[in-house]
Structure formats: C-alpha cells, structure tokens
C-alpha cells in the first residue's frame, strides 16, 4: 500500500498528476480535499473557514484510514503548507506499514503566478493574485522543512514528464524498502 501525497503551491500540475497516477493505479483512492471542501454549506465568514478546514482535515484522514484498512492506495490532492497534518497524514499511512511518497510539484514563481492567472483567479476571493503568492511562499517554507519529501521541478515540464518522474520516484522507493 502507498500514501502518495501530492503537494505544492497553485498551478504547478498537482491536480493533472493527481488524476493520472489514480487511472494507473486500479482500486487506488483519489483524496481532493477541494471536493471534500465542497460538500460543506458555505457561508462565507471566517468562522465557517476555520471550521471548513477543520472538518475538511478530519474527513480526509478519516478516509485515508478506511482506504489504508482495506489495504488500497491513496493518493492526496491538495496544497497543504500545514507542517501538522502531512505529520498526521505520514502517522496514518505508517500504522498501516504504507509506503509514504510525499512529493512536492515546485515551479518558479514568476510561472505559477502566469498560469493562475491565465486560469482567472476566483470572484468568490479564496484565490486572489495576494493568496497566491502567499502560497508559493508558505510552501517555499515548508520544502525546508520536509526531510523526505521529494521536490520535482515542474516549471518547464509537460504533464507527461511528471508523471513519468513521480512514477520513477514511486518504483526507485518501492524498490528501496
């Protein structure tokens, strides 16, 4: 069984990666935290955010565990810049003896901001130009401070060449252990 954690700031291919890596990987589950997000009434208030998150972490863990149980890989979507639920995520992963793949999508951040831009940033003000910049840097951070991640530069990539680098990632630490 595999955690595979897909990470980094917007437009970085995450979500193309993502979905790739699930149609090659038979009964495997695709955790978007942003689907799980949502499914919950939205309210629009700082509050409701705060809560949305929390909920939306507990969900997500909850269905690593099941998915884990059941002895099928996992594979999460999301931009996570918090150092304590990727710990919680590697804990699940590790009381199920999972193999733990946690990479990190990077690309310079003149060309993250080009490609959010070029998708539109949202009316409803979750992706503004500000936010995301603030998350190229959280996760800029965060590289420092992930021991065994794996960071593989997207910038100048095709999706396709990605993939194929992760899939390397994915057999040369399967082979490891």
């Not at 999460?76 to 699940?92: A, F, G, Q, S, W």
């Not at 690309?107 to 992706?127: D, T």
């Not at 965060?142 to 899939?167: F, M, N, P």
């Amino acid at each position: 069984m595999k955690l595979i954690i897909l990470n980094g700031p917007c437009g970085v291919g995450k979500s193309t990666l993502a979905k790739a890596l699930h149609t090659e990987m038979p009964l495997s589950f695709l955790v978007d935290i942003d689907v799980i997000n949502g499914f919950i009434a939205d309210h629009e208030d700082d509050i409701d955010k705060e809560e949305r998150w929390k909920i939306s972490k507990e969900v997500s863990k909850a269905i690593l565990k099941t998915m884990l149980e059941l002895g099928r890989d996992v594979i999460v979507d999301k931009m996570i810049y918090d150092d304590t639920l990727l710990n919680e995520y590697r804990e699940i992963a590790e009381s199920f003896s999972s193999e733990v793949f946690e990479i990190i999508l990077w690309a310079e951040k003149a060309v993250v901001m080009a490609r959010a831009s070029e998708r539109g940033f949202l009316k409803s003000g979750r992706l503004t130009a500000e936010s995301c910049e603030l998350f190229w840097h959280k996760i800029d951070e965060l590289k420092a401070l992930r021991q065994e991640v794996e960071i593989i530069d997207s910038t100048w990539l095709t999706s396709e060449e990605v993939l194929k680098k992760v899939k390397n990632v994915l057999g040369k630490n399967s082979s490891e252990n």
